[in-house]
């Protein structure tokens, strides 16, 4: 069977696709670049849903503001494309009202550990249990390539010509430290250990954190040695690590041709999620959440 595609005035035939009926086909072609990975993490998460045995209705993706931020509109799921940097808050609102959702949050590295970097922090403090998927690109890409907290030392980009003199955030070890159940980091030419990894995610009762490296060609890596559609991947193909057991105090990201990149299920640990504590707390008092901030 196919189905026609509108792209800018331009028809075009698509054959049908198992995963279609997950996909709003109609928002079709998507705009990301050629060489992008963040069309891969959003097949695996699609897939990984359809290995799961939570009901469809139950699952709610929310995203943020930027290239990642686009998923959002793909999915035909219950879906929210939220202000930048606080799609996390959205979606602990949502998954405390709401335990019985299965509720990710998949945004871009900026909205993530940057402008939404204190409520990363806040959420896997609190063991709040939802899920984020963070695609790391290593800078703004939508808006033409600034840097941001995940830029490596020393890496060019639009507002770092010279070399990035910021010390970059090592996301899964400052996640850690705050307390997430679930740490992980792959990139996007590992499609197999990040479907894997979002499966387990939604196993986990508490906070799960996945970091998805993924290609920028236009921006990141025009500035930095990576400028084709393929040359990340390759360099993550060459310069991958698997370490389950690291210390994360020690798998900072750096892309130089050198560098290793560690990747892995860093952190698989059981502590009380934020809605366990509350109905805890609820059954001791007597108060409905709500009531307890009367007091
Ligand atoms: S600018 Fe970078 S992150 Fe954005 S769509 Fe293009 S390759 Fe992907």
Redesign the pocket.
Known sequence: MSRPVTDGGREMIATKHPLDPMIRAERLPN???P????GIVLAAYVNALTKSTKPHEKNVCISGIG??GRIAGYLNLDTYHTTHGRAIPFATGMAVAKPDLEVFVIA?DGDISTIGGNHLIHAARRNVDINVIMVN?FNY??TGGQHGATTPLNARTHTSPYGNVESPFNVPYLVSAAGASFVARWTALHVIQVTKAIKRMMEIKGFAFLEVL???????GEYNGYPAALDMMKHFRERSVVDNGADLSTVSVATGADDRIVVGNFVDRKRPSYDELLTELQARTGKKSGALTEA
Do not use: L, V
């Open positions: 705009i990301w670049c060489g992008c990975g963040i290239c990642t871009g690109n890409g939508m993924s290609p920028c060609p236009p921006t990141y």
